[in-house]
């Protein structure tokens, strides 16, 4: 994944928005291109489970300049009720996710995610 990913910004893509896992995934910044892994399931009415991180999902904003590189952006938190449908989370449950796993898989992207969901480049 990390490869493919990759392979895209390296062929012209500036902007990478995985989906697979049903779970929402790391950040990365390559390049100057985000790469956001997977953003999980953002509605399954009555069809997915939402037991755990299953039920925690986001709206991802992204900034770009003109030649496509990462500005800035915010993780705007959303969870799923038990038929599968988004609410926005109070409790910023996937930010919390977004944060732990980019900082566990690519400790040396200079992404910064805050506790309110902005995400920058660190300097």
């Known amino acids: 994944m990390v490869q493919f990913a990759r392979t895209v910004i390296d062929h012209g893509a500036d ?37 755990g991180p299953l039920g925690v999902s986001l709206i991802l904003q992204t900034r770009l300049n003109t030649q496509g590189d990462f500005v800035s952006g915010r993780i705007i938190p959303v ?13 910023f449950q996937s930010v919390v996710l977004l944060r732990s796993y980019t900082q566990r898989d690519f400790p040396h992207t200079p992404l910064e995610i805050d506790d309110m969901g902005y995400v920058w480049r660190k300097e």
């Open 79 to 91: 969870a799923l009720d038990p038929n599968g449908v988004p609410y926005l989370d109070d409790y």
């Open 15 to 51: 902007l990478v928005l995985g989906h697979g896992p049903h779970v929402p995934r790391a950040l990365e910044l390559y390049q100057n291109k985000l790469i956001a892994y997977s953003l999980g399931n953002f509605l399954g009415y009555r069809t997915l489970s939402t037991v």
